[in-house]
C-alpha cells in the first residue's frame, strides 16, 4: 500500500517534470499558459489562507499581488536610474538587484501591508470586511495610476518595462538553456522555478493548516466568540491570516512581474481579485486540492478556448471574440458550478461535517 | 463660496443617485443578507435600454418634445430591469438560499460579468451618447449654475424615495417586508410568504436602479456596458456607510458620499498646491468608508448586532 503511494507520487512528479518540455513541442505559448496557471495556483493558495482557513473575505488581494510586483520592477528596470540623478549616480550599470534581495523585501513589504490592512478591520464583520478589502485594492490601484507626478515613482498607466528577468544560481531565465544538444525554452525554465515555488508554498500551507495556528484559524472561522472564549488572540491571529495570505501574494506578484518583463496598473484590476476570490470558493474552500484544481481550471482553460474561437468569431461576424468569449464562461462556470456544487468542485471531506445531521 | 455651493449642488446631484441605488442593495441585503453585486449592472442594463428606446422613439415621433421621450424610455427601462432583476434572483440566488455564505456572493459576482459581457455583445462595447433630451441651458441662481436635468434628478429622487417610504411604512407589503427582515422564519408562521417578499424587493430595486442608470446617463451624457461597476460600488460603500439594511441609512449615506466626494474633488487640488489632484476623486469613498468603519463599525445608523462572522 505504501509503496504504491510513492509510485503515485514518482508518477505525477515525472509527469509534472515532463509536461513543459511536451508543451514546448506545440509552441511556447502553451508552456506560458502553464505558467501563468502555476502563478495562479500561487496566488489562489495565499488567498485560501485569509479566507479559506480564517475566514475573512478579501476582495483586494490583488493589492498585495501588485506590491509585490511593483517592488521587482522597481528594483529592476531602469525606471528609477532614468527619473533620479542620484540612484544612477549610485548605481552606473543600473540597478539590477538580484531576486535574493528583492524577493524576501517584496515579501515582506505585501506582508506588511496585509497587517496594515488587517489592522483598522478587524472589529468588522464579515461584509463590510468585504467591501473595506476591496476599497484598498482600489485605492492601492489608483495610487499606481496616478504616482508619476509630482515625483515620477510608478510612472502612471504607462507602467515599467524592461525589467530584467529572474536569474537564478547564474541562470538566466530570460533565455533558453542548453543541455548538449537538448533545449530548454525560457518559459520552460519559468516553469521549474514556478513549479518548485507551488511545491514550497503547498508544503508550507498544509504545515499551517494542520498546526496549531491553522486550527485557531479555523475556530475562529467556525465561531469567533467561542474561539476568543477558548483563549485564542483572535485579534493577533486575524492580523498573522492577513499577513500570510499577503506575503504569498506579494512573492507571486514578484514572479510575474520577471516573467512578464512588464507591468501596469493594469494588470491588478478588481477583476483579478474576484477572479482569485472565485478560484478559491469554486474549487473548495480552505483545502488545497480544491483550490489548486479552481486555480487550473480558471486560469488555463479560458486561454485555451481562445485557440478554438477562431471559427465562432467568424460565425458571429466579430461580435463574439477570443476576449468576450473567455469572460462569458468564466461568469457562465461561476454560476452554474455555484448552483450545483455550492460547497465547490473538490470540497474538503470534513469541513462543516458536523453542522449537517446524519 | 460660490465653488463650495456649486460642489454642493454637484454632490447633491451625486449623492441622490448614490441614494437610489443604495436602496437597492441594502433592501436586499437587510432580508436575505447577500451582497447583489449584480445590482450595478441592473444600473447599466437600464441605461442602455432606454438609450435604445429614445433612439426608436425618436426616428418613430420625430416632433415628441424631449421630456415625454424621456419619460417612456424610463417606463420601458424600468419594466426591462425588473424582469431581468426578477430573472437573476430566481435563477442565480433563490437555489442557493441555504447555502454556504460564499456561494451566492459569487453567483451574484458571476453574474455580474455575465451582464456586462452579454451588453457588450449586443450593444457593442463603443461608448453611446446618450442625447440630452431636457433643454440644455444652464440656470443661474446668484452664482450657482444648475442645468435642468440636474434639477430632475433631485425632483425624480425625492419622488422616488416619497413613494418607497410610503410602501414601506404604510402597505401590507411594506409591513411584509419589514416583518421578514426582522425575522424570516417568525414572519413565515404569521402567513407572510418570504418568497413573494423577496421577488418584491428586488422588483423595487431594480424599479430605482433603472431609474437611476437613466439619470446617470442623462446626466454624463454617455452610455457604455462597464458604467454599472463604478456606481453600483460606490452605491455599495453608501450603504454600508449609512449601516447596511436600513433604508434612512442607505439615502443619508449615498447623498453624504455624494457630497464628501465633490467637495473633496473640488478643494483637494488647492488643499495640497497642486500636488494631488481630482483624478483621486474615486477614492475619497472607500477612504471615507474605512475611517467610519474603523469608527462605528455599523455604520452611521446600522444597529449595533451582536459579531456573528
Known amino acids: ?358 | 463660496m460660490d465653488v463650495f455651493l456649486q460642489q454642493v449642488i454637484n454632490g447633491l446631484v451625486m449623492g441622490s443617485m448614490y441614494a437610489l441605488v443604495a436602496l437597492g442593495y441594502t433592501m436586499v441585503y437587510g432580508i436575505i443578507n447577500l451582497i447583489n453585486f449584480a445590482h450595478g449592472e441592473v444600473l447599466m442594463v437600464g441605461a442602455l435600454t432606454s438609450w435604445s428606446a429614445i433612439g426608436m422613439m425618436q426616428d418613430a415621433m420625430p416632433g415628441a418634445p424631449g421630456w415625454v421621450i424621456l419619460i417612456l424610455a424610463t417606463l420601458i427601462a424600468c419594466v426591462v430591469a425588473v424582469v431581468l432583476n426578477f430573472t437573476i434572483e430566481k435563477i442565480a440566488y433563490r437555489p442557493l438560499r441555504n447555502s454556504p455564505k460564499l456561494a451566492p456572493l459569487i453567483t451574484a459576482i458571476g453574474m455580474s460579468i455575465l451582464l456586462q459581457t452579454l451588453a457588450m455583445i449586443i450593444w457593442k462595447p463603443n461608448y453611446k451618447a446618450y442625447p440630452t433630451l431636457l433643454s440644455s441651458t444652464p440656470i443661474n441662481m446668484g452664482g450657482v449654475v444648475i442645468t435642468p436635468t440636474q434639477i430632475m434628478i433631485l425632483g425624480v429622487t425625492a419622488v422616488s424615495l416619497a413613494i418607497l417610504m410610503w410602501l414601506v411604512n404604510y402597505t401590507r407589503l411594506g409591513r411584509a417586508m419589514r416583518a421578514t427582515s426582522e425575522n424570516p422564519r417568525v414572519a413565515a408562521l404569521m402567513g407572510v410568504k418570504p418568497d413573494m417578499v423577496i421577488s418584491a424587493t428586488f422588483v423595487i430595486g431594480a424599479v430605482l436602479a433603472a431609474i437611476a442608470g437613466v439619470m446617470y446617463a442623462s446626466n454624463y451624457g454617455t452610455a457604455q456596458h462597464a458604467m454599472g461597476f463604478l456606481p453600483g460600488l460606490k452605491a455599495f460603500t453608501a450603504a454600508v456607510f449609512g449601516g447596511i439594511g436600513n433604508l434612512a441609512g442607505a439615502v443619508i449615506g449615498g447623498i453624504l458620499l455624494g457630497l464628501i466626494e465633490a467637495i473633496g474633488s473640488g478643494y483637494i487640488g488647492y488643499l495640497t498646491g497642486g500636488v494631488l489632484g481630482s483624478h483621486y476623486t474615486d477614492i475619497f469613498a472607500f477612504i471615507v468608508l474605512i475611517i467610519v468603519l474603523t469608527l462605528r463599525p455599523s455604520g452611521l445608523m446600522g444597529e449595533r448586532v451582536a459579531d456573528r462572522a
Open chain 1, 1 to 358: 500500500m505504501k509503496n504504491n503511494k510513492t509510485l503515485q507520487y514518482i508518477l505525477v512528479g515525472a509527469a509534472l517534470i515532463a509536461l513543459p518540455l511536451i508543451l514546448q513541442m506545440f509552441g511556447n505559448a502553451w508552456v506560458r499558459i502553464a505558467d501563468m496557471a502555476l502563478l495562479y495556483i500561487l496566488l489562489a493558495i495565499g488567498l485560501n489562507i485569509v479566507v479559506g482557513y480564517a475566514g475573512l473575505l478579501d476582495l483586494g488581494y490583488v493589492a498585495f499581488f501588485a506590491v509585490g510586483a511593483y517592488m521587482y520592477g522597481l528594483l529592476s528596470s531602469p525606471h528609477l536610474t532614468n527619473t533620479f540623478a542620484w540612484i544612477a549616480a549610485a548605481y552606473p550599470t543600473g540597478m539590477h538587484m538580484p531576486i535574493w534581495l528583492i524577493l524576501p523585501v517584496a515579501a515582506a513589504l505585501a506582508g506588511l501591508f496585509g497587517m496594515l490592512l488587517g489592522a483598522p478591520t478587524l472589529k468588522l464583520r464579515g461584509d463590510y470586511l468585504a467591501i473595506v478589502t476591496l476599497g484598498f485594492g482600489e485605492i492601492i490601484r489608483v495610487f499606481m495610476n496616478n504616482l508619476d507626478h509630482p515625483v515620477n515613482i510608478t510612472n502612471g498607466p504607462k507602467g515599467l518595462s524592461q525589467i530584467d528577468p529572474i536569474s537564478i544560481f547564474g541562470v538566466n531565465l530570460g533565455q533558453k538553456l542548453m543541455i548538449g544538444d537538448f533545449e530548454i525554452a525560457s518559459v520552460s525554465l519559468y516553469y521549474y522555478l514556478f513549479l518548485s515555488l507551488v511545491l514550497v508554498t503547498i508544503v508550507v500551507s498544509h504545515r499551517l493548516e494542520v498546526s496549531r495556528i491553522g486550527r485557531a484559524w479555523m475556530a475562529i472561522r467556525e465561531d469567533e466568540i467561542a474561539a476568543k472564549a477558548m483563549g485564542l488572540n483572535t485579534r493577533n491571529l486575524k492580523l498573522l491570516a492577513f499577513g500570510m495570505g499577503a506575503t504569498f501574494g506579494g512573492v507571486s506578484g514578484a514572479m510575474f512581474a520577471g516573467f512578464q518583463g512588464f507591468i501596469s496598473p493594469e494588470s491588478f484590476s478588481l477583476m483579478e481579485s474576484v477572479m482569485i476570490v472565485a478560484m478559491v470558493v469554486l474549487g473548495g474552500l480552505g483545502y488545497l486540492p480544491g483550490v489548486i484544481l479552481g486555480a487550473i481550471l480558471l486560469s488555463a482553460l479560458p486561454e485555451v478556448l481562445r485557440y478554438v474561437a477562431g471559427p465562432l468569431q467568424e460565425m458571429t461576424g466579430g461580435r463574439l471574440d477570443a476576449a468576450i468569449l473567455r469572460q462569458l464562461l468564466v461568469a457562465l462556470a461561476m454560476i452554474v458550478i455555484m448552483l450545483m456544487r455550492p460547497r465547490g468542485l473538490w470540497p474538503s471531506p470534513e469541513h462543516g461535517k458536523s453542522l449537517t445531521p446524519k
